[in-house]
């Protein structure tokens, strides 16, 4: 096997568990895949504030500790109404910006979008869970064919200061997959052709986000002077390291949600 794809054994097989995981959770129901989004997320706040230069070691734990037992309270004690849980976050994300010796504003930004982007997951999974089940799939497929048509036709950057690896043929490869996956979903229901269109462009749309969102946590990394947020998945880095698409996607879904534009 080429070097270019040396490590694609072990980020399939870590793949495959991830997605074996995601699956059983969302399966068994709302209860068990919320709990997995409670956990992801506390995960990715302690590699964020691990890569902000925190002003104390425990501090990242603290603030994991922290979302994941806000996490379940909002989803499992139901003790939590909408301001009360507006108020708390806002609380978090200063909390992160503060527990940074630089860059509070990546805390408080970043921070607020992994947050908002889990708490979207975790409602939208009782409310539409066959919307989940299609960003999800537009996010994986986005990453896999933008992996797989970097790595075999290279060709110009997209963003070389910020994401080396990413290339153009990724990106747009990236686009046509979360496309066809859209428009087929969309034919399959019997929707017209109008919805068909439209579906296909929102999807390209979140495709986007989902790229930019790896892009703005490759900054974040940059930024730190690392390669991988962690190392907990083998041949993937850390959980942001692999979620940052979803982050994306869901920010973007999130913001059109709340304009009524979907």
């Known amino acids: 096997m080429s070097d270019k794809w040396r490590d694609l054994r072990i980020r399939v097989l870590s793949a495959v568990v991830l997605l074996a995981v995601a699956l059983g959770a969302f399966l068994s129901g709302p209860t068990a895949f919320q709990f997995l989004i409670a956990g992801v997320t506390g995960v990715m706040i302690w590699e964020m504030c691990n890569l902000l230069d925190p002003r104390h070691r425990a501090l ?11 996490f379940i309270w909002i989803f499992r004690l139901g003790r939590a109404d909408a301001l009360e849980s507006g108020l708390v976050l806002l609380g978090l994300c200063i909390g992160f910006a503060l527990i940074a010796r630089r860059g509070w504003w990546i805390g408080f930004l970043y921070g607020g979008a992994v947050l908002l982007s889990g708490l979207w997951l975790a409602a939208f999974a009782v409310l539409q869970p066959d919307l989940i089940l299609m960003l999800l799939g537009i996010v994986i497929l986005t990453d896999i064919a933008g992996y797989f048509a970097g790595r075999a036709f290279g060709g110009p950057k997209f963003w070389p200061r910020v994401s080396p690896k990413k290339t153009w043929a990724g990106i747009v490869a990236g686009w046509i997959a979360a496309a066809i996956l859209a428009a087929g979903l969309a034919l399959n229901a019997g929707l017209p052709m109008r919805i068909v269109l ?20 490759s900054a974040i990394k940059r930024r730190a002077g690392v390669k991988d947020a962690s190392d907990l998945i083998p041949g993937h880095g850390g959980f942001m390291d692999r979620f940052d698409g979803i982050v994306g996607a869901a920010s973007l879904f999130l913001i059109l949600s709340l304009l009524g534009a979907l």
């Not at 990242?60 to 806000?70: E, G, K």
């Not at 439209?198 to 946590?217: H, K, N, P, V």
């Open 60 to 70: 990242p734990v603290v603030a994991a500790v922290a979302v994941t037992a806000l």
């Open 198 to 217: 439209i579906w296909t462009f929102a999807a390209m749309f979140l495709s986007l986000a989902s790229q930019l969102g790896d892009i703005a946590e």
